[in-house]
């Protein structure tokens, strides 16, 4: 059965957004649980593409800096029907011997995170300490 965790630094940034930013936070927090209990939804988070949700839409794409290097890292880019495209992604890695997907950034659909060192470092300890198997 596919599961959806979040790593501590996910789950912090998440709880950060419920007081710098609530009305995206509730609209996440809402895309999360609708994708961690319908397994459906999970089975395309390794598909990339646009997949319906609800009442908005969801665009997975890989990771390419890290899945080039064997890491199985993906991004969620989310799309609400009433508010438009969000201005968060959702970086998650898959452990395909667990069935696990993990959280592992909520990151500002602005950064460049694909250049950001100290969090390119920050997902591959992470990476490293869930024990997720490199490809």
Not at 84 to 107: N, T
């Amino acid at each position: 059965m596919l599961k959806l965790t979040f790593h501590a630094d996910a789950a912090q940034e998440l709880r950060a957004l419920r007081t710098t930013d609530p009305d995206n936070y509730y609209s996440l927090v809402a895309i999360l649980d609708e994708i961690r209990g319908d397994q459906r939804i999970l089975a395309k988070l390794t598909e990339p593409g646009v997949w319906k949700i609800g009442s908005g839409k969801f665009d997975i794409t890989k990771y390419s800096f890290f899945w080039n290097s064997g890491f199985d890292v993906w991004r969620i880019k989310t799309i609400d029907f009433e508010q438009g495209v969000s201005p968060y992604r959702v970086l998650y890695a898959y452990d395909w011997k667990q069935q696990y997907f993990h959280v592992l950034a909520i990151m500002p659909r602005h950064h460049d995170y694909q250049n950001d060192k100290d969090l390119t470092e920050r997902l591959l300890k992470a990476y490293r300490e869930l024990g997720i198997s490199i490809n």
